[in-house]
């Protein structure tokens, strides 16, 4: 079974200071795709990156940056110098992949971190 | 542009009294997909279906239906809502299984925000 464990349930940080939120996850597949969400309080969800179990590169988008370590199943998200627009909900999330007909493309998603940047 | 589209957005309902929450794509995308999300549990599956008239159960089933007539459609029925339900409610959509590899971008309606009484 797949599982998601963000073990980090609240952080708040200070504007401009830097935040890594963790992601560890379970899966038995060899294919899969792992996401990170962002949900503002105003309730959707935010795709920020997608990233299959074979590209182990490390992304950089502007402030944000994620780290994908196979060896230590974890797919960790920093954001630099953050700012309150940041605050929200992150969800981890992890998926079969979709090459072959009967699969679920169920996401199984982390319980979230909430991260208040304070002015 | 591509869109999932939920109705209604925000609802309070009394225990018991039927209700249905709707949703289209306009993707032609075969998989579909609901997830409830409840405080400290994150977001889980309720049921999904891979095309039209085939649908299953996911993690969280009990007190749902869902039917697949139309590609675009899914609607999640709650028979007999109760408080248990008061929830905020996402649909997703993907090209799904068996395809190309097409990145599996998942699209996700804007929720909905149910609340039982």
């Known amino acids: 079974a797949q599982k998601v464990t963000q073990a980090q349930t609240e952080i708040s940080v200070v504007e401009k200071e830097d935040v890594t939120l963790d992601c560890v996850y379970e899966?038995?597949?060899?294919?899969?795709?792992l996401f990170w969400y962002k949900q503002p309080p105003s309730g959707e969800l935010v795709f920020l990156i997608r990233?299959?179990?074979?590209?182990?590169q490390n992304e950089i988008s502007g402030r944000y940056s994620w780290n994908f370590q196979k060896s230590t199943s974890s797919f960790n998200f920093t954001i630099t110098a953050s700012q309150v627009v940041d605050s929200a909900v992150y969800f981890c999330?992890?998926?079969?992949?979709?090459?072959?007909?009967?699969?679920?493309?169920?996401?199984?998603f982390g319980k979230g971190i909430t991260l208040s940047v304070r002015p | 542009e591509a869109q999932v589209t939920q109705n209604p957005r925000y609802l309070i309902t009394v225990t018991g009294k039927k209700l249905t929450v709707t949703c289209s794509q306009n993707m032609n995308h075969e998989y579909m997909s609901w997830y409830r999300q409840d405080p400290g549990l994150g977001l889980r599956q309720i049921y999904y279906?891979?095309?039209?008239?085939?649908?299953d159960k996911g993690d969280v089933p009990e007190g749902y239906k869902v039917s697949r007539k139309e590609k675009r459609n899914f609607p999640l029925i709650l028979e007999s809502p109760s408080p248990n339900q008061t929830s905020l409610y996402f649909c997703?959509?993907?090209?799904?299984?068996?395809?190309?590899?097409?990145?599996?971008?998942?699209?996700f309606g804007e929720g909905s925000w149910l609340t039982v009484v």
């Open positions: 990233r299959n179990s074979f590209d182990e």
């Open positions: 997703a959509s993907t090209s799904g299984p068996g395809k190309p590899d097409s990145g599996n971008t998942i699209y």
């Open positions: 999330a992890l998926s079969e992949a979709p090459g072959y007909r009967g699969a679920n493309s169920k996401l199984t």
């Open positions: 899966t038995r597949d060899t294919t899969y795709y």
């Open positions: 279906s891979m095309n039209v008239e085939v649908t």
